[in-house]
């Protein structure tokens, strides 16, 4: 099954994409029939960013995305938000490609469920 996921929020602050990635992580560990693109997208492209340190105990975006791609899962970014909140490629996690309005809107048509977070 072809799950796309859209994050919007920024990765703290509130726990909406903590809970939205807590759930992608959950698919793609117990759901082997499950093919899974996030996409980030306004503020929430900044949990695509390198070298993210938060205090012990607390969640961390960047790990989470690390352990969504280790387990194949797929990470896009919008460039147009990455541009506009001065991120640069080279910044981003390894594994996350930058990506385009056009190709959500093909993976929105291509996708059986898709999930706003």
């Known amino acids: 099954?072809?799950?796309?996921?859209?994050?919007n929020d920024p990765p703290y602050g509130n726990?909406?994409?903590?809970?939205?990635?807590?759930?992608?992580?959950?698919?793609?560990?117990?759901?082997?029939?499950?093919?899974?693109?996030v996409f980030l997208m306004g503020d929430a492209t900044l949990g695509a960013k390198t070298g993210q340190r938060t205090p012990d105990g607390y969640y961390n975006i960047e790990r989470m995305l690390k352990g969504l791609l280790t387990k194949g899962g797929r990470?896009?970014?919008?460039?147009t938000c990455i541009?506009?909140?001065?991120?640069?490629?080279a910044?981003?996690?390894?594994?996350?490609?930058?990506s385009s309005m056009d190709e959500l809107?093909?993976?929105?048509?291509?996708?059986?469920?898709?999930?706003v977070f």
Request: hydrophobic share 45%; proline share 0%; net charge negative.
């Open 15 to 37: 726990e909406r994409t903590y809970n939205g990635l807590r759930l992608a992580m959950n698919l793609t560990r117990n759901h082997d029939d499950v093919e899974l693109t």
């Open 91 to 98: 910044e981003l996690l390894e594994g996350v490609s930058r």
């Open 83 to 89: 541009d506009t909140r001065g991120i640069a490629e």
């Open 105 to 115: 809107g093909n993976l929105t048509v291509a996708a059986e469920r898709v999930l």
């Open 75 to 79: 990470v896009l970014v919008c460039g």
């Open 1 to 7: 099954m072809r799950v796309l996921m859209i994050v």
